[in-house]
């Protein structure tokens, strides 16, 4: 049987810039097998039919888009999490499209991408727009940057540069090289010389009340 893959789509709109006038199409499908790609877009009609999974099942959609769209200067790229397209508009102008397909009928695969939808107004902020879908399959090899997680692995360091200062403040020596950095860890143990103030207080606190019983 047939699915329909998730379509996830955003926009841009400009009435002077042709590359800033754009729609960004994601068919959200894991291992496409690229070999049973059927993909075709017309100026007013985009279809996809593939097969995808280690179990090789069947995907496919058809839509009419709200407004002509120009083939010539449309980009896909296919990675191992999607296909990702940029569709150029055909028409030049600040509004936005209402919606992608041409009906206005309810589709439950077509979904709006949050991750790359901006509001008109806002539009100004965004910075090389045209570029975003190739971020976000940058994105993979970002994802495969993550796999090795350099920031985890400064957490990683961060855990042995601890435990050094641990086991430095535990033998007494170093802890006054790191200033009272040591102190939060080993305050009961290593602290009390130094601290006279409080510690002295609360450790005197209590000979004075057993040499006046006596007294009494």
Do not use: C
């Amino acid at each position: 049987m047939v699915q329909h893959p998730e379509v996830l789509w955003a926009q841009r709109s400009s009435d002077t810039d042709e590359e800033k006038n754009i729609l960004i199409v994601t068919v959200n499908l894991p291992d496409i097998d690229e070999s049973s790609l059927e993909y075709n877009l017309t100026a007013t009609s985009i279809s996809f039919k593939a097969k995808a999974g280690s179990q090789g099942k069947e995907y496919a959609f058809d839509l009419d888009f709200f407004a002509p769209v120009d083939p010539q200067y449309s980009t896909k790229r296919l990675n191992s999490r999607s296909l990702n397209l940029v569709l150029r508009k055909k028409e030049k102008q600040s509004e936005y499209w209402p919606r992608l397909t041409k009906e206005k009928v309810k589709n439950a695969f077509l979904k709006t991408d949050f991750s790359k939808w901006v509001d008109e107004d806002e539009q100004g902020s965004v910075e090389d727009v045209s570029e975003e879908p190739d971020l976000d399959m940058g994105g993979m090899g970002g994802m495969g940057g993550m796999g090795g997680m350099g920031g985890m692995g400064g957490m990683g360091g961060g855990m042995d540069f601890e435990k050094m200062m641990a086991q430095m403040s535990a033998g007494g020596g170093g802890g006054g090289g790191f200033g009272g950095m040591p102190d939060f860890g080993a305050g009961p143990s290593g602290s009390g010389a130094q601290d006279d103030g409080d510690d002295d207080s609360d450790d005197d606190g209590p000979p004075p009340l057993e040499d006046a019983e006596p007294g009494k």
